[in-house]
């Protein structure tokens, strides 16, 4: 019994649509260029994107539980906690056992870290600026946002 199979033509063209169509997949298109185009116009700042988005989440709120944070960024514990041990090696965070709880972990910013985040804001503003220019933050905010009802 032999297995029917798509032309190479039919596939390519279905390939093609499922990749143009895929909300996905043009998500991480998108999120790859966005990130790529802050990381080089940051690039002076002393953070790398990813340390700049981490400790304005970490300054930004009162909860400050290793487990709060990871929900708060989409991330899972383990991912966070090799990121925060790079920023704790720097001296720009510090991560703490609670005392009521010995298996809550609490992280806040260094005075040192809130000094870098702080200098680094002014980049991250220009480059924002930068990127609103070509197309709408409003927008990326919104689906992210939306993205929450998954």
């Not at 991480?28 to 953070?47: D, K, N, P, V, Y």
């Not at 870290?113 to 930068?130: D, F, I, K, P, V």
């Amino acid at each position: 019994m032999s297995k029917k199979t798509q032309s190479p033509k039919t596939l390519r063209a279905d390939a093609r649509a499922a990749l143009e169509a895929c909300a996905g997949l043009n998500v991480r298109l998108a999120t790859r260029r966005i990130t790529q185009f802050l990381e080089q116009r940051m690039a002076g700042s002393g953070l790398s994107f990813t340390q700049f988005g981490l400790m304005a989440e970490i300054a930004s709120t009162a909860d400050d539980t290793i487990t709060a944070l990871a929900a708060r960024m989409g991330l899972d514990q383990s991912t966070l906690s090799r990121t925060l041990r790079t920023l704790e090696g720097d001296g720009l965070v510090e991560i703490a056992i609670v005392e009521s709880d010995q298996r809550k972990r609490m992280v806040w910013l260094t005075e040192k870290g809130a000094r870098r985040l702080e200098a680094s804001l002014a980049s991250w503003r220009q480059a924002h600026a930068e990127l609103g220019k070509l197309f709408s933050t409003d927008l990326v905010r919104r689906l992210a946002l939306e993205s929450e009802k998954i």
